[in-house]
Structures are given as structure tokens and as C-alpha cells.
């Protein structure tokens, strides 16, 4: 009798569970716990590094040190600036250590391309740019742009770009203008002229053009608040122009085109005056000699 009471206490248990208890099931039921945010980034990055890792060794292995790609065909194209020598030495030095003895020609892509320009950059400050190329399997390209010389500064044989970048060079700058008035200033290979010395530049290159071509031989940049030139004639022009001195020249560039036409208007018109006045701030007004 005890038995069948237990049995039927059991099936009775059973049925009001499936019948309608289901707060039961859900509370005895484990639940997945979500993820935060933080753990989603974190399995991010991990993804992220191993991938960057993989991608490494692949190019170190693959490119880097596979002997298809060998260095055996160099191709330099620069000027006075450097020599085809410094080049061959500045990829040999960035070269694995088994390759630097020179008795093998090297990984085409051992040699790290930024570090490469950079280093050339520092070592010759008369480069403008380098561009360096690979062909496959084993051709290196590198071509230099040098900067042009628009005058010169200094005694040491040295001149400086558009840009006022000061660098050496000692062939075939005899004709260009001098900056001078520079006194108290050490002038270097790599340092930018600003202030005046910046003003005397842009007057430099502007003068390049056709329709601005001034017979300049010297500028004076000693004083604060304008240019004296000292033309070819011997004739002498005190020159001032709006934005002479900005570190950005955009607005300088036009008055200073401006100012220039004007002053070789008035020129022509008394080429026997010595002296000119090109200080005052009217663009309209017609230059006259003081």
C-alpha cells in the first residue's frame, strides 16, 4: 500500500511541473553569461596582434630574407649634391650585418626605405627630396632631387634655396646675388633663414621671373623694416612690401609682385636715378628717387 502511495505522489509531482510550472524550469535552468564590453575588446586586440604578427613574419620571411629577391642591380641617379658613392654606402650600412663586407650583393628588401631617405636627407642638406623604388626581382632605384639655388650666404661657399634652406655648393653660383648684413648670425648647412633673411629670399626668387627681373648683385638684410639692394649698376633701392617678413608668404608673394612692378615702371622712366624709394605703402603711387 506504501508503495503504490509513493508512485502516485511521484507522477503527481511530475505532471504539475510540466503543466504549468515553468518559472520553475526557468529558475533551475543555468543561464549563458554575456559578455562585458570590455572582454569584447579585449578579444579585439588579441585578434588584431596575432593577425599584425602574422603579417610580419610573413614579410620578414617572404620578402625580407628570401634569396629570389636578391639586391643586384642598383640604379642612383643624383647630382653635385651627393655622390653615388655616399648613396651606396648609406644602403650598404642599412643592410644586414652578413651583407655589409660588400662581398655579397644584399636583400632587396633588407634595407629599411624611410630610415634610408631620412638618412640621406640629414647627411646632405642640398637634397630637396629622394625617392627610392624596388623592382622585382632585384632592381633598387633611387633618384635625387636637389635643391636650386636662388643666392648665397655666408663665406664658406654656401647658398640657399627658395625655400631658405642653407646648404653647400660651390659650382657654377659665381653670377648669383649675396645676402649680406647677416653679421652676428652663424650661419649653417640645414638651419632655414626667417625674419629678413626670409624677406631677401622671396625677393630672390621672385626675381627669377621675366616680367620681375631686377639686375639685383646684393641684398642688405641688416636693417628691420626693408631690404637695400645693391643692383649690378651700382644703383641702390630701399625695398618694402606687406607681409615682407610672414612666416607664410601666400599674401607676401602678391605685394611683393605688386611692388616690384611698380618699381620697374618708375625705373624705366629715370634710368639715370641711382637711388630709389620703394618704402612707401601706396602700390599706386609711381616710385621717386630721395
Known amino acids: 500500500m506504501m508503495a503504490w502511495r509513493q508512485t502516485l505522489q511521484k507522477l503527481f509531482r511530475r505532471k504539475t511541473r510540466k503543466a504549468g510550472d515553468l518559472e520553475w524550469l526557468h529558475a533551475n535552468v543555468p543561464r549563458r553569461r554575456e559578455r562585458t564590453g570590455m572582454e569584447h575588446w579585449m578579444v579585439a586586440a588579441a585578434v588584431t596582434l596575432l593577425l599584425l604578427l602574422v603579417c610580419v613574419l610573413f614579410y620578414h620571411f617572404h620578402f625580407c630574407r628570401n634569396p629570389q629577391f636578391m639586391l643586384r642591380d642598383l640604379s642612383i641617379v643624383s647630382g653635385e649634391a651627393i655622390s653615388e658613392g655616399l648613396v651606396r654606402q648609406v644602403l650598404l650600412d642599412h643592410q644586414s650585418r652578413e651583407f655589409r663586407n660588400g662581398e655579397k650583393p644584399g636583400f632587396l628588401f633588407g634595407p629599411d626605405i624611410e630610415d634610408v631617405r631620412d638618412e640621406l636627407l640629414m647627411r ?12 622585382l626581382p632585384s632592381r633598387m632605384e633611387v633618384r635625387v632631387v636637389e635643391r636650386e639655388p636662388v643666392g648665397r650666404i655666408g663665406r664658406n661657399e654656401q647658398v640657399i634655396d627658395a ?36 624677406a631677401a629670399v622671396r625677393l630672390l ?39 615682407m617678413d610672414a612666416p607664410k608668404g601666400g599674401d607676401s608673394r602678391e605685394a611683393l609682385g605688386k611692388r616690384l612692378k611698380r618699381l620697374l615702371q618708375a625705373m624705366a622712366m629715370a634710368p639715370q636715378r641711382q637711388v630709389w624709394d620703394a618704402t612707401v605703402p601706396d602700390d599706386n603711387r609711381i616710385f621717386t628717387p630721395y
Request: proline share 7%.
Open 163 to 198: 625655400e631658405g634652406m642653407v646648404f653647400p655648393r660651390n659650382v657654377g653660383v659665381e653670377h648669383l646675388p649675396m645676402i649680406v648684413g647677416m653679421e652676428g648670425i652663424q650661419v649653417q648647412p640645414g638651419m632655414r633663414l626667417d625674419g629678413m633673411g626670409l
Open 124 to 135: 646632405a642638406p642640398g637634397i630637396r627630396s629622394v625617392s627610392i623604388t624596388r623592382r
Open 205 to 243: 626668387s621672385a626675381i627669377l621671373r621675366p616680367e620681375y627681373a631686377l639686375p639685383v648683385a646684393a641684398v642688405d638684410v641688416s636693417r628691420t623694416d626693408y631690404l637695400c639692394l645693391t643692383l649690378h649698376d651700382q644703383r641702390l633701392v630701399k625695398l618694402w612690401w606687406k607681409g
